[in-house]
């Protein structure tokens, strides 16, 4: 079964300090990642997302999420926070199907604050 | 990125009534989805609209209360039946599969319902 798991919660960081925000999940087959970003009242916007190739993948707004293979993890990341990055934070998983787009498996989300 | 609107934004709506949200989006997709969301909380993928066939529902959802339309791979609507003060949540409407980037779905901005 395909699952996601965000551990937290809730993330606190200052502006200007690096952030992270941690994801972990489970496929049975090779793994499609995706990180969104949902501010107040909007829908979710894509940031960013990991297929093949390159373990660090660079999104949007200067986030970046390295993937891990062994510890099947897929953490965001951002070298400087800042207040408007303030927000919930959604990964998902898709499992590779070849030309078939299959469904998404979302975690349950992460608020970030950023105070500044 | 790709644009997929809704209709209505948000609606009050009474008990034991049906609503029916629209999504569009600005190029032909071979996917779309619709979820629904608590405020806060993650996504539930409520089924697949298929286009020229009937939607496939997730385990919980059924067809006689959320019957889903896509008569083209540009437009789907779902519909909200004999609603209940459960119901109230966000619907998003989700598409995949597009001509230029055939491994993302993009996220609509979302219906917010509130059922009294």
């Known amino acids: 079964a395909q699952s996601v798991a965000q551990p937290e919660d809730q993330v606190n960081v200052a502006e200007g300090n690096p952030l992270t925000v941690k994801c972990t999940y489970s496929?049975?087959?090779?793994?499609?990642l995706f990180w969104y970003v949902q501010y107040p009242n909007r829908g979710l916007q894509f940031l960013l997302k990991?297929?093949?190739?390159?373990?660090l993948v660079k999104g949007s707004y200067g986030f970046e999420a390295e993937f891990n293979k062994s510890q099947t993890s897929f953490h965001l990341k951002k070298p400087s926070a800042l207040v408007s990055d303030s927000a919930l934070y959604f990964c998902a998983v898709r499992e590779d199907r070849g030309s078939t787009l299959g469904r998404l498996y979302f975690g349950r989300g992460t608020q970030l604050t950023v105070w500044p | 990125s790709a644009v997929i609107s809704q209709k209505p934004s948000r609606d009050i709506c009474q008990r034991g009534t049906s609503l029916t949200i629209q999504c569009q989006v600005d190029?032909?997709?071979?996917?779309m989805f619709w979820y629904r969301q608590q405020p806060g909380q993650s996504l539930t993928l409520i089924a697949t609209?298929?286009?020229?066939?009937?939607?496939?529902?997730e385990s919980g959802f059924v067809i006689d209360k959320f019957p889903i339309s896509r008569p083209n791979l540009t437009f789907s609507t779902l519909t909200v039946s004999n609603m209940s003060p459960e119901d109230s949540s966000i619907y998003l409407c989700s598409a995949g599969g597009f001509p230029r980037v055939t491994d993302t779905q993009y996220f609509g901005p979302g219906t917010r319902l509130t059922v009294l």
């Open positions: 609209a298929n286009q020229g066939s009937e939607a496939t529902y």
């Open positions: 990991y297929i093949t190739g390159d373990n």
């Open positions: 496929v049975s087959g090779n793994p499609y």
């Open positions: 190029s032909q997709v071979t996917m």
